[in-house]
């Protein structure tokens, strides 16, 4: 007999823990990983995800605002996957940035938790 799926709903979000990354609040981005890539149009990797935030207002000489929007978002939104390798567990972080000039941007952000750490660190962010 097969169940209801309304049932079957049911029980699987009865079975589904809200996880967040561990210790969220003790969660940090280092300045050079804004500055010197998120919002470093020059850079090799990240040079068009910076054009991108630069177009949502954001700017490298003011990269605290995109911090405390990207840790708010560690902080308060659901892990969506996560990732064991050698070096630790990465976790993937979907939210909404409400950027300096006044649209939503809704980003994808990456964080790391190394083996020898108890804190996440930002890997990275880009559009979804």
């Keep these: 007999m097969r169940p209801k799926v309304s049932?079957?709903?049911?029980?699987?979000n009865?079975?589904?823990?809200?996880v967040r990354i561990p210790n969220p609040e003790g969660a940090n981005i280092p300045p050079a990983k804004l500055q010197g890539y998120l919002l470093n149009e020059a850079h090799s990797a990240g040079g068009?995800?910076?054009s991108l935030f630069r177009a949502f207002g954001?700017?490298?000489?003011?990269?605290?605002?995109?911090?405390?929007?990207?840790?708010?978002?560690?902080?308060?939104?659901?892990?969506?996957a996560s990732d064991s390798h050698e070096h630790?567990?990465?976790y993937v972080v979907d939210g909404i940035?409400?950027?300096?000039?006044?649209?939503?941007?809704?980003?994808?952000?990456?964080?790391?938790?190394?083996?020898d750490a108890e804190t996440a660190s930002f890997v990275t962010a880009y559009p979804l």
């Design 97 to 115: 940035l409400q950027t300096p000039i006044g649209r939503e941007l809704h980003v994808r952000t990456v964080w790391v938790v190394r083996r």
């Design 48 to 50: 068009s995800k910076a």
């Design 7 to 12: 049932s079957f709903a049911s029980w699987i």
């Design 14 to 18: 009865n079975k589904i823990a809200i």
């Design 88 to 90: 630790g567990v990465n």
């Design 58 to 80: 954001y700017e490298a000489a003011k990269w605290e605002l995109l911090a405390a929007e990207l840790l708010s978002i560690a902080a308060t939104r659901d892990v969506v």
